[in-house]
């Protein structure tokens, strides 16, 4: 070989060595973290995946190495260049025309999703609102179904000269602020959030959390508060301390240090004119004429159809209160709407009918949403669905398969987000859901609808001192949107389990929350906020005095407050953190069981209930069900090899399970920031992870602790063998799911009521008589 070859050969190699370890610039495309719906997002990273995965196979092929993708805060980085793309590079360079960046299919789906957003109708209103917003303080939209407001403004306004801080974005659930953004949300015992999200999704449960520590919100530019028409008693409070702050009459707003901060209210259906007046109150300026005391829920915003569609209405000059409002058009499909000839006795049955009957006639594509009342009824219809599928859907049919999916608060985040996911191929989707898919949320793919024209309401009951969840008629404007549902893609259907003359007698609007509900949770929410007199508070709608006096907030409330739970709940907590009672971690595994989805699986199959009698005998303590969570709880947490198989033997939910670790690990964090748990007793936590620890004094313990908080939640035996509440006299049985069913106990400690065919209490202990004295001589 001549000295030139070989001076050739090992300048090759030098090339070679230099070309593989070479590391292409990353292209991050930082505007994908907001997607109109989230299987968009799923759609991007498929691609990417996809992609990916090919572009390596053929750089493998060529025995080149290759750096994996990274992904963080869905900023997807660009697939990585094989050393052929060198020479474009340097040849680009040469020309002046910078790096070359070769085709991403990331970019063009970035470019599609742009598509997206431009089509939607709040796109060409992007301008007006920056403006707006510019020269006002409060912008209230009136967007309707599909206008796409929720996941788009918050982006038009995040790159405004007025935003230097974070824009809060309230939804009324948790699985609506999840679904709207994967990272960028915090909902209670979830917090996602990193230090440079600009745009942050939370429930209105946790803003008003934060103003524990921050009354002033100085950490934010603008509040966005979206689905405002629910009217929650948290969406009215936060109303109240957000005008405090816009108009500067709360004694917070003098933190901001002369930093305004803007407010969105956002709604599908709402009265845009008594929201003006609410905010211009508090300018000073007086209310309309035409106002009305109570937000009436109108669908037509007829107070604002003269402006045209989608453009701003200035202020009057004679108005300095800064307030604009907006109404933009929906995206909606036509809906056919069919109602039952006859009244059904059993919505449950009429909906399994129905759903069959859809899929037999209906042509794909085409998926289901069902409108039910509760966990217990979807689980029992899907179960119902499921059985029935064999005999329907067979190879001679001819039928797509079908899907059931579940969708209501107490799920996990897992199995809500499974719902956002397509359907496999030749399959329709039945959705299963609660109201929490009326307006909160958009399910891709549905076409039909079917709607039981019923929902749990939260109500106060004066008798038994607490509030209870019953099964309501839902009110006309709630069956309007449960239709919207069905015409969001394409044209749709709307099955409705009632008469037309049933329509006709519901009421207009469902009853704000606020005017329903015991308030003491309310009143409490103001006291450690800093409100001193709590009937001079600005709502939206004002409850009676009689419901809103209740005193100052002690010591012990301004601890409860702090905690994320219930007032109840948290008495619980603060009773098990004395030193005297010393339970406080078997009580917090207690109370994450009861803010999550029931743990024990229902099996209706008299074989396997025998088996689950077997099962969970093992896990049954005799003192009652708040004993036996714990026990299985425990049971679980000690499990260090398989806990799928040990909860599949047990017949106990894992994912239910697997959401209760989270939440207690929440609840501890939280019980330690409180200083009610000290570092060493964390520390050695998981160590009492057993459940023959549980002493017969200890449980007692436990159980008065649930007693404080739960002081009104006792019944008595009484001579004719049935049980009758000690505040209010309601006759009451303990529930069938119960360990203490069948039994004859003195009392009875209970944590919530279920009515169906009869009144039932559920989650039920006994207790000794004697604790009553002792509960209710104590001061707190």
Known sequence: MSQGQKRKREEKDVNNKKAQSDKPPATIYKNLQLAEKPVYKNLQIAEALKAQSKSKKQRLDRSQKVEKPKFKNLQIAESQKTSDDKTQKVESQKQGN???????????????????????????????????????????????????????????????????????????????????????YNVRFD????????????????????????????????????EVHERSVNVDLLLGFLRGLVTGTSEAANKRKGKPLKVVVMSATADTEKLKDFFSEGFGQPSSEDSIPTINGDTSISDDKEAPVGKLQEPSISNPSKISTCFVEGRMYPVQTEYLSEPTRDFSEAALLQIFQIHRKEPMPGDILVFLTGGDVITNLQQAIEDMIPNVITKDSGLPKLLVLPLYAALSQAQQQAIFSPAPLNTRKVILATNIAETSITVPGVRFVVDSGKAKIKQFRNRLGLDSLLVKDISKSSAIQRQGRAGREAAGKCFRLYTKSNFETLEKDTVPEILRCDLSSAVLTMKARGVHDVMDFPLLTRPSREAMEHGNISDLGRKIARLPLTPAHGRTIIAAADPEMGCLLPVIDIVACFNSENIFLEVKDQDANDEAREARNKLSRRQGDHLTLLSAVQAYASERTDRKQWAKQHLVSHRSMQNVMDVRKQLRAQCQQAKLLTKEQLATADDDDDTNAISESTGNNILKCFLR?????????????????IHGHMAVAIHPSSVLYGRKLEAILYNEFVYTNRTYARSVSAIQVNWLEEIYAAPN
């Open 98 to 184: 910078g790096p070359h960046r070769p085709h991403n299919p990331l970019a063009s789906r970035q470019n599609k999703l742009l598509q997206v957003r431009q089509s939607l109708p709040i796109w060409p209103q992007a301008a007006n609102i920056r403006d707006a917003l510019l020269e006002n303080h409060v912008l209230i939209l009136a967007g309707e179904t599909g206008s796409g407001k929720s996941t788009q403004v918050p982006q038009f306004l995040h790159t405004s000269a007025w935003c230097t801080g974070r824009i809060a974005v309230t939804q009324p659930r948790r699985v609506a602020a999840v679904s709207l953004a994967r990272l960028g």
């Open 191 to 226: 917090d996602n959030v990193g230090k440079n999200n600009r745009i942050k999704f939370l429930t209105e449960g946790m803003l008003l959390q934060e103003m524990l520590r921050d009354p002033a919100l100085t950490e934010y530019s603008c509040v966005v508060v979206d």
């Open 709 to 725: 908080g739960f002081p009104t939640n006792v019944a008595r035996l009484v001579p004719d063998g049935s049980y009758r509440t």
